[in-house]
């Protein structure tokens, strides 16, 4: 697989890091990165990482201006793209084509060869102009993720969190994340349910067939009768 990664300068840097060490470590896993000016910035104070350090996670890392570059043909085939984090910029340039650095436009590539273009949108709250950006490209066939924490897991950690939002947009390529805490249910699982018993066929077919009622039922029916008029004549 030959995924495309864009990282903006929105908060959540720790996401897109977290992201590219699971890919690193998927050797069927071709990534291509390219790293907007601001999210350099954004990288060295949320993570404490250089960039540097972010960008050797990548097979093949791009400048953000640099529009000569593979992927910003659709000639240069990929299996897809992910902006994580994605900026309400960079979200409001995908969808008007405006693609002014590489971001977006290995972006605008994706959606325009029909491929699997995912944008871990972050900002709050979203306003009307946010969200009808997010509708049109949802519309365009791109998927939506922006990075919500659960709690079912129970999380202890910011790690914790961080990394069941990386599963999820791992999930968006079908890509394995063996840690994950899968959902399983409130419940546990109950076993099948053994086969009925044949009907014993001196037992009423409206009778429960619990011992202790046909007891009950027995002992009350053995009971003299005191005289006393039915209560439902």
Known sequence: M???????????AAIGVR????????????????ISRWARST?????????????????????????GAKISS???????????????????GIRTGYADG?????????????????????ETPLSEIHLENM???SRMGAAIVP???????????VDDIVEHITTRILDQFNLPSPAAERWAGIRPARAARPAPAEQNTTTSPTSPKDP?????TSAASSTPSTGKANSCA
């Open 2 to 12: 030959r995924l495309v990664v864009g990282m903006t300068g929105a908060t959540g």
């Open 19 to 34: 992201l590219l060490q699971h890919l690193a470590e998927l050797s069927s896993v071709e990534t291509h990165l390219v």
């Open 43 to 67: 990288i060295e104070l949320e993570t404490g990482l250089t960039v540097r350090e972010v960008t050797a996670l990548a097979d093949e890392v791009y400048a953000p201006e640099d529009q």
């Open 74 to 92: 659709g000639s240069f085939r990929t299996d897809g793209m992910v902006i994580v984090p994605c900026s309400m910029k960079t979200l409001a």
């Open 102 to 122: 590489l971001v977006c436009q290995a972006a605008d590539v994706v959606l325009k060869e029909r491929g699997r273009l995912v944008l871990v949108a972050r």
């Open 135 to 137: 509708l049109a490209l």
């Open 147 to 157: 990075p919500m924490p659960a709690f079912y897991n129970h999380p202890q950690t």
């Open 212 to 216: 202790s009622w046909l007891t009950t």
